[in-house]
């Protein structure tokens, strides 16, 4: 498709004049910390620039593709402590994709920053609206612009050079000029327009594709309607039933001949590469990204995504509090956020990580921004589990919050006002919070009446103090006991070596103090209870008791009972958390505490690495609604399942996964000199119970990361595939140092689509990055 660069930016420079122009406006950082900066829309209506007024030449830029949403007025935690200085009108934020800081921004009118919001919105609009084959276009002209270094709107042989480079290409001087030559239909001696698509499709021929199009075609050319049906069925093991009807449909969405092979029913070269880099071409199954599953079982059937000291923004021990860290976790679909609430100034509760140095937060606005995001993106419940430190005069002004700022959003008695036997359904807890935390007494007394005539109980308030459990957990290790001994801890946090001093205080017991009835009513089918044993479960346990443990309790647990782990599981649900020793905020592998049927697996959302990306995994199913059920064997009572001997279940039916990993596509480069280019190989790892966790490699391709070529194939055996995820890992190999990651794609192994297909890759914040992918073939096969 030809793109022609001049036409299309001409019609946008006219919709987003004012912000082509160019606006000063005051970044704020803090109440002390308000800079003025010169933004401005380049020409190309893709790239925000700006530079402080005093930098010289020294400029940045950023893409409006990393812009998530604009939020208007003080919506921001920076810009409400500006809010006597600055009014609403003037305020807006940018919120970013992705783990990084928004940006808030104040305009010098209303009418500017209506301008600059307006703007930004539709800019956005439009990017979300954008076909395949246009965010191409959109991605080549951006090449055209990185390398047009004298702004001429053409290209001459050495700023070839150099895009290539840029490119992660490292191609032989003679064949790029070869094909510079050949695009150069004008013999100018540079290229414009059309001539650099054409340069552009010359670097990007899919001989990969081309060789499966032709082993299909039966004249070479185009695929017929036969063809597509052939190809269909026999290599993406499409349905039968539907298959002709489903090649008709791929035909007109993907072919883009109107006049010629679309009119004779078949698809040409192009459109066949379209639909294979299509959302019905990746390796996800579109249907299971819908909500598809079973949403009326017990809440406890499912595994519900959730988020550890959501608070944080950043470490455990001087960390920054934040309401964003809510937002940003809701707005990724999960459904269980932590609040740890301690007594704060003025009679108003806050919420911090206690015994430690992080920043400070109000408890009503943590209420508030559940009021406002809570149902966002995904309409089932929201679990707040609460780590209460309170005494009883800030617990009834934490009730008093909740009832007051979230009203009916919060679940204040049973739905039918009867003692209920099980677990509601996500279903019939569509738009409710549910408060987790200490109750007193059970549901059947506080539906048959007050517990006792006074209105607290003495008791532990908390079941999850953090720093208890550091020392239960830890204090065990010899090199720990002698730190104790001399009353010093020494922990790196963010590259620094911190000196912690502790007494008796720093480590409490678990606190018993007085709960307060007011907020003791707001917990409904989440009370926490001390864990003694699975018998005592069995035995004692309601449904609607919720026990925490951490991580090392979990392994524990798991190590010495798994069968009965996963037993109780069906019956209650399990919170696990990592261990206060993760004062960095890293996380423990989700996986092991999946495989025990844990529903509420709480990770540092504000981490990226491999275990938040399994949970991106797991959750990008079933709509990302953050619930996804449970495999059946986890369900039911009366079936035994042990993730250490799957192979001892009801029903185990072993399958072999061979993947055969072609080739890559405009990998991203992660070195910034221009000369470096990558050395890519593919890691697929399988996560899943302990027989099923492996990891194979490709070999890696020397300086090549626009199109490497491997077909290399990897087998696995997957045991358990109902819990198994897939992770494609690619990395840059260094035979001198430690490999640099260049993307990765996770997805449920029960999700995947057979044949040949793409997977587009994402980056370690979990965003995309387009047109970054890989083209695999995937077979499942039975081996029982």
């Known amino acids: 498709q030809k793109y022609k660069l001049k036409n299309r930016t001409k019609s946008n420079q006219t919709l987003f004049k004012s912000m082509i122009v160019g606006t000063v406006m005051r970044k704020i950082k803090s109440r002390t910390w308000k800079k003025q900066r010169y933004f401005k829309l380049q020409e190309d209506c893709m790239t925000i620039w700006y530079k402080s007024k005093k930098a010289g030449n020294a400029h940045s830029t950023f893409s409006v593709n990393d812009v998530e949403t604009v939020r208007e007025g003080h919506q921001s935690e920076v810009l409400l402590s500006i809010a006597d200085e600055f009014p609403p009108d003037r305020c807006f934020t940018l919120v970013f994709r992705g783990r990084r800081g928004n940006l808030d921004l104040v305009a010098d009118s209303a009418d500017e920053a ?28 951006e090449w055209f612009k990185k390398a047009d270094k004298n702004n001429d709107g053409r290209m001459n042989f050495p700023e070839i050079r150099v895009l290539l480079k840029m490119m992660n290409v490292d191609m032989n001087e003679h064949h790029a000029h070869r ?37 299909y075609s039966g004249d070479g050319q185009k695929l017929s309607l036969r063809d597509l049906e052939e190809f269909l069925r026999d290599e993406q093991l499409e349905e039968v039933d539907g298959v002709q009807q489903l090649a008709m449909e791929l035909i007109q969405r993907y072919e883009p001949s109107d006049t010629g092979t ?118 089932y419940p929201v679990i707040l589990s609460t780590e209460n430190h309170c005494g009883v005069e800030q617990q009834r002004v934490m009730a008093q919050h909740l009832n007051t700022i979230l009203g009916d959003k919060l679940l204040k008695s049973t739905l039918d006002g009867k003692i209920p036997v099980s677990f509601p359904s996500p279903e019939e807890l569509k738009g409710k919070i549910l408060l987790k935390g200490k109750k007193i007494g059970g549901l059947e007394e506080s539906l048959n009446g007050p517990v006792e005539p006074e209105d607290s109980l003495t008791g532990e308030v908390s079941d999850e103090d953090e720093a208890a459990d550091i020392d239960e957990d830890s204090l065990h290790s010899n090199s720990l006991r002698r730190m104790a001994k001399v009353g010093y801890w020494c922990v790196w946090v963010g590259g620094c070596l911190c000196f912690i001093q502790f007494n008796s205080r720093s480590f409490p017991q678990k606190s018993k103090q007085r709960l307060s009835k007011e907020l003791s009513d707001c917990v409904v089918y989440c009370k926490s209870v001390h864990f003694s044993s699975f018998k005592h479960s069995r035995i004692h346990s309601k449904f609607y008791e919720i026990s925490s443990f951490t991580e090392s309790k979990a392994r524990k647990h798991l190590r010495e009972a798994g069968a009965e782990f996963v037993h109780h599981n069906a019956r209650q649900l399990t919170r696990v958390y990592p261990s206060g020793l993760r004062t960095d ?10 495989n025990t049927g844990t529903q509420i697996v709480a990770l540092n959302f504000q981490t990226a690495g491999v275990e938040m990306d399994l949970n991106d995994g797991l959750f990008s199913q079933n709509g990302r609604c953050g619930y996804v059920l449970k495999p059946d064997f986890m369900r039911m009572s009366e079936r035994s399942f042990d993730p250490e001997v799957p192979i001892n279940r009801e029903g185990y039916r072993p399958l072999s996964l061979c993947i055969q990993v072609i080739s890559g596509q405009q990998l991203p480069k992660v070195n910034i000199k221009e000369s470096s280019v990558v050395d890519p190989f593919v890691r697929v790892e399988i996560h899943g119970v302990p027989l099923d966790q492996a990891k194979q490699e490709t070999r890696y391709i020397d300086n090549n990361g626009f199109n490497p070529v491997w077909y290399d194939t990897l087998r696995f055996t997957i045991h358990a595939p109902e819990l198994a995820l897939v992770r494609f890992v690619v990395e840059d190999y260094d035979k001198a140092s430690r490999n640099d990651f260049v993307g990765q794609y996770s997805l449920p192994f029960s999700c995947i689509q057979q044949g040949y297909r793409h997977i587009h890759l994402l980056s370690k914040d979990g965003t995309s990055i387009p047109p970054a992918s890989l083209f695999v073939h995937v077979r499942i096969t039975n081996l029982v």
């Open 114 to 141: 209506q301008s600059w919001i307006k703007g930004m919105k539709k800019l956005i609009e439009n990017l979300e609206n954008m076909g395949e084959s246009e965010k191409l276009d959109q991605w080549i002209c």
């Open 179 to 215: 094909l510079f030559m050949t695009a150069d239909k004008s013999q100018t001696g540079t290229l414009e327009d059309d001539e650099f698509v054409l340069f552009y499709k010359m670097l990007t021929q899919r001989e990969d594709v081309l060789r499966v199009f032709q082993d």
């Open 262 to 379: 679309k009119m004779l029913k078949a698809m040409s070269i192009d459109g066949f590469l379209m639909y294979l880099a299509s959302a019905e071409g990746s390796i996800f199954h579109p249907r299971q990204q819908s909500l598809y599953q079973d949403m009326t079982q017990p809440l406890n059937h499912y595994f519900i995504s959730s988020s550890h000291n959501t608070y944080l923004m950043e470490d455990q021990l001087r960390g920054h509090s934040s309401v964003e860290g809510y937002i940003r976790a809701l707005k990724r679909g999960c459904r269980c956020v932590e609040v740890d609430c301690w007594d704060g100034p003025n009679g108003e509760p806050i919420v911090y990580h206690g015994h430690t140095f992080t920043s400070k937060i109000l408890f009503k606005d943590v209420v508030i921004a559940l009021r406002n995001y809570a149902f966002k993106v995904s309409e």
């Open 585 to 594: 905020s890293s996380n423990f592998n989700p996986q092991e505490m999946w």
